[in-house]
């Protein structure tokens, strides 16, 4: 566990500015971040997100407050020791741009005396397993794309299994698609190895999505509110928080709502490859079409077949929810479907049925009823 107590951060005033203290970075801090967990500091520009990780590796030091990790004060440890259990990651990765991928990432083992031969190994697995192709690894930065850089870079840090990560906007810096990519690589990840990471953002998105729990800054590094995401977007504790989290709070907050059984409607298909008259004789206007083992592949407008169903025909927009997914993936699918019928797969892929908008929204009332499950943990 790390835990800030009463940490409070100024940095000196700029010489001639006016006034005897300079306005805090972080003010009067107390946090607990739970071995294990992803706790994640979110705010605007300029709240103090960076000072409050990097007073932790001490890269920056308190003006008052104490921090420790697992009870021992980090002002009172070896720099050098206390910075080899912390691994740190930042935006645009921050590789090295003369070595290799794999230079990159072994370098700190080596540094800490592992052999040659041993470090390498460790980061061919680690390479693969932040979901690099090993064939990378003979690269430079300069020859990867932003997301791969990105994978390097957790890759380096976990290099040498420290307990403790902290992540400073790991993935800002890349396009919508990857970052969603990396985020799912990340949380796949991290329950595998369970470390316990302070992670910096200011995308409200990332945070609910990524977070155990987690903190929302405002300027002057004030904490405004600690809480799990799902809490959260239900109940933000003032105006300020309220307005960070955002307008379509409401519906984001079903992502946290795992779906309720319900009882789904047998959908009648046809095979990739079915005929024009096999389409019609469905009898409605969209007919779903699904691969070999039964998986939905997309909708069909039954005018539009001509001599046979092929992917071309297929209609693009919809989703597909899991019955073990999120009410806001079902509303999701149900919105999504040009039928109207949001298109429900089991947990191998399998078509299990369709559900309507208007079916879904029973189960939202009646979670409201019941109130908001604190433990609520689907993402
Ligand atoms: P964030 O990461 O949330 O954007 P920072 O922790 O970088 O915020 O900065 C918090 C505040 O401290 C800002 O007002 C910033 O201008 C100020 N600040 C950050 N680093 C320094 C520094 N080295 N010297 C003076 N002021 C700083
Ligand atoms: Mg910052």
């Known amino acids: 566990m790390i835990r800030f107590e009463r940490v409070t951060k100024r940095y000196d005033s700029a010489p001639g500015s006016e006034g005897d203290e300079a306005a805090a970075a972080v003010d009067d801090l ?8 992803i706790t994640v500091l979110v705010g605007p520009s300029g709240c103090g997100k960076t000072t409050t990780l990097r007073m932790v590796n001490r890269m920056i030091t308190p003006t008052s407050g104490t921090i420790t990790i697992d009870g021992r004060d980090t002002a009172s440890l070896d720099v050098a020791e206390l910075r080899r259990g912390i691994g740190y990651v930042i935006q645009a990765a921050g590789l090295f741009p003369h ?7 072994t370098t700190v083992p080596r540094l800490l005396g592992t052999d040659k031969k041993a470090a390498r190994t460790r980061a061919m ?16 930065p300069a020859q990867l794309s932003g997301g791969q850089q990105q994978r390097v870079g957790v890759a380096r840090a976990l290099a040498a299994d420290p307990p403790v990560m902290l992540m400073d906007e790991p993935f800002s810096a890349v396009d919508p698609v990857v ?12 329950s595998e190895l369970g470390k316990t990471i302070l992670f910096v953002t200011h995308d409200i998105d990332e ?13 002057g590094g004030i904490l405004a509110q600690l809480d799990s995401p799902a809490k959260l977007l239900a109940d933000p504790v003032d105006d300020f928080v309220a307005g960070f989290v955002g307008r379509d709070r409401g519906y984001r907050a079903l992502s946290f709502a795992a779906a309720p059984e319900l009882s789904l409607t047998e959908e009648p298909t046809v095979r990739l490859g079915a005929t024009a008259d096999e389409v019609r004789a469905v009898g409605r206007p969209w007919v779903l079409c699904v691969g070999d ?27 597909v929810a899991s019955t073990s997914g999120s009410l806001r993936a079902l509303l999701d699918a149900a919105l999504s479907s040009p039928s109207g019928r949001g298109v429900v797969a089991d947990d191998e892929g399998r078509l299990v049925g ?11 009332e009646t979670r409201r009823d019941a109130g908001t499950p604190e433990g609520a943990t689907a993402r």
């Open 99 to 105: 070595r290799t991928v794999l230079d990159n990432v």
């Open 207 to 219: 945070a609910v999505k990524l977070g155990d729990q987690v903190a929302v800054l405002r300027v």
């Open 354 to 364: 369709t559900i309507r908008a208007s079916e879904v929204l029973p189960a939202i």
């Open 30 to 37: 107390t946090l607990e971040a739970p071995t294990g967990k």
């Open 125 to 140: 697995e680690l390479i693969e397993r932040v979901g690099l192709d090993p064939a990378l690894a003979a690269r430079y």
């Open 293 to 319: 083992h039964g998986e939905p592949v997309g909708w069909v407008r039954a005018a539009a077949v001509e001599s046979e169903v092929t992917r071309t025909l297929l209609h693009r927009g919809g989703t």
């Open 179 to 190: 970052r969603e990519q990396l985020q799912n690589e990340f949380l796949r990840l991290q």
